[in-house]
């Protein structure tokens, strides 16, 4: 069954920006999927018309197949957002946020209170439960935002950019837990800016650029696509910048090089040659941004074709 | 979902707005108190001992009922209007409107929380009015359904007032060059039989006056005009106003993008 089930979605806005063009896009119940694009793409509007914070001009959106026209309070009671800008009472404690958002899905306080419990103790939000919410961290506000979106079990977890402006520990942290929960069986749509991120955890990708979706396919077939592959060499300071025949290097700093390798070449051939100049490596990693390339030279092809 | 549940989110909301007024109760419940105690001192014991008697009660126990409404009418208006209007603001509206509540549960939530701030101080204000006059009272029944049918009308107006919106500006405006004129001119420091023929009728335009011509006949068994008259006038303008709100919050007019 398709967790969501989008079919030819347009949304024309007042004043006539039309945002999205028709898009069609399934995600299957259980996946972990990346809804990417550059700014004023159509995400948060893709995402704002499954939630129903938008009207769309026209098309069909089925969750979990309920539809959106017909049986819209079963397909809302499916999802869970966590949108892109903070949108809680700044003036109430979490424990209240979230025991209000579990009575408004039918959950009895009895039922919210202890849940309520549970999510923030997962989230490291129970000492503040009491405290008002303005007081809390960017980091503490996201994850209050992630634990309000659970309180009612959705099926569906819908996440605008939920790392947006969060320092590397807390993302971390939030990746892990999303990761169990989506284990757990929870379906999970995530829009980020963070392509390390779509790539660690998504298995499935959706490109949208000026309101079309350019790629919709496995994380694994897109990365795939990609020639050649970058990798980072911690070595001792080289006397020399090293030259290749077969390898395009770069020296980004006086320890640092950067080697671009074509998936038929080996990296056996990469380490002799560093040898053969007198180069100890120390240390070899991949250079994240994999995604990022292919992200580049899909949008930019989509502006040509335009 | 069941009807258990919407019973559960009506609560929710219920509970929400009644700790949002009862939380900051030294901005909501003590200013409407202290002026209209300001009012019983001047115009009811100061200047209404030298003007006599009205309808053949004396001035104060005339006054009463039109001041204690005239609270109860402000505060439901305003209670919803800048509450809507903040959940608008701070986008914690949303919350609602990705649940799976139905747009009647979220009005009912809202005009309730607005009918309990405005019968909290109507309440408060008819304590405070003890000490300056002997309140009698004529039909008990009357009373509570006129208060309420009020404090219904105004909290859904301030609802429809917080949903058109864009600024705080915007919910100041209605109530200082509509509500407070309407509330003025409805009778609660005169009896509207005192007026020239022609603004007797232009009065009988005023929805404010039938509301303080039925509290007052709940008070002092008096009134300008027959009570169905003024509970159906009362009644068209909560089916019309409700209506519109229903609508706009169908179509996410103010809410929705």
Known sequence: MYAIDLLDIKKVYKGGVEALKGISLQVEEGDFYALLGPNGAGKSTCIGIISSLVNKTSGSVSVFGFDMDTQLEKAKAQIGLVPQEFNFNQFEPPLQILINQAGYYGIKRHDAVKRAEQYLKQLDLWDKRNQPSRELSGGMKRRLMIARALMHEPRLLILDEPTAGVDIEVRRSMWEFLQEINQQGVTIILT????????????????????CLVENTSMKSLLARLATETYIFDVDPP??????DYFKIRQTDEVTLEIEVNKAQSLNKVFSELSAQGIRVNSMRNKSNRLEELFIELVEKGNKDA | MLNSNYLIALHSILRKETNRFLRIWIQTLVPPVITMSLYFVIFGNLIGSRIGQMNGFDYMSFIVPGLIMMSVITNSYSNVASSFFSAKFQRNVEELLVAPVPNYIIIWGYVGGGVARGLIVGFLVTCVSLFFVDLHIFNIFILILSVLCTSVLFSIGGLLNAIFAKSFDDISIIPTFVLTPLTYLGGVFYSVSLLPGFWQTVSHFNPVFYMINAF??????????????????????????YSIVAILLKKGIGVRS
Do not use: Q
């Open chain 1, 239 to 244: 006397t020399h910048l090293p030259s290749s």
């Open chain 1, 192 to 211: 980020t800016h963070y392509l390390e991120e779509a790539e660690m955890l998504c298995r499935n990708i959706g490109i949208i650029d000026k309101g």
């Open chain 2, 216 to 241: 007052r006949y709940g008070f002092l068994g008096i009134a300008d005009v027959s009570l169905v008259w003024s509970f159906t006038v009362i009644g068209l303008f909560i089916i019309v106003l």
